[in-house]
């Protein structure tokens, strides 16, 4: 049964950092795109950071590209996501997800792709 469960989400202040992790297990990590998404009251589930299967090509939304780093260890089926600067627009829930992917450069960046989701961490960040 694979499970992927978040941590590290809590209520900071504009400018603070928060650091997430997700703890995978009953798959072979090494061969998932791991994904970050995050979804706000109201609004849709949008896409934040994915990392590929080695490590070596990720990919950030726009809006946290610069401020937010994606990183993963294989050998603990775990991927983190660093969030410095935080703003109140990042108050959201925050979602791990693993996409099974053969190639080990490929990225993912539509929800639509990825097989298994976490139950989510969530970040409130006060102005």
């Known amino acids: 049964q694979v499970q992927l469960v978040e941590s590290g989400g809590g209520l900071v202040q504009a400018g603070d950092s928060l650091r997430l992790s997700c703890a995978a297990s009953?798959?072979?990590?090494?061969?998932?795109?791991m994904g970050w998404f995050r979804r706000a009251p109201g609004k849709e589930r949008e896409f934040v950071a994915a990392?590929?299967?080695?490590?070596?090509?990720?990919v950030y939304s726009d809006s946290v590209e610069g401020r937010f780093a994606i990183s993963r260890d294989n050998a603990k089926s775990t991927v983190h996501l660093e969030m410095n600067g935080l703003k109140p627009e990042d108050t959201a829930r925050y979602y791990c997800?693993?996409?099974?992917?053969?190639?080990?450069?490929?990225?993912?960046?539509?929800?639509?792709?990825?097989?298994?989701w976490g139950q989510g961490t969530q970040v409130t960040v006060s102005s």
């Open positions: 990392i590929s299967r080695s490590g070596e090509k990720i």
């Open positions: 009953g798959l072979t990590f090494s061969m998932y795109v």
């Open positions: 997800a693993a996409d099974r992917i053969s190639l080990s450069q490929v990225v993912t960046q539509s929800q639509f792709s990825y097989d298994y």
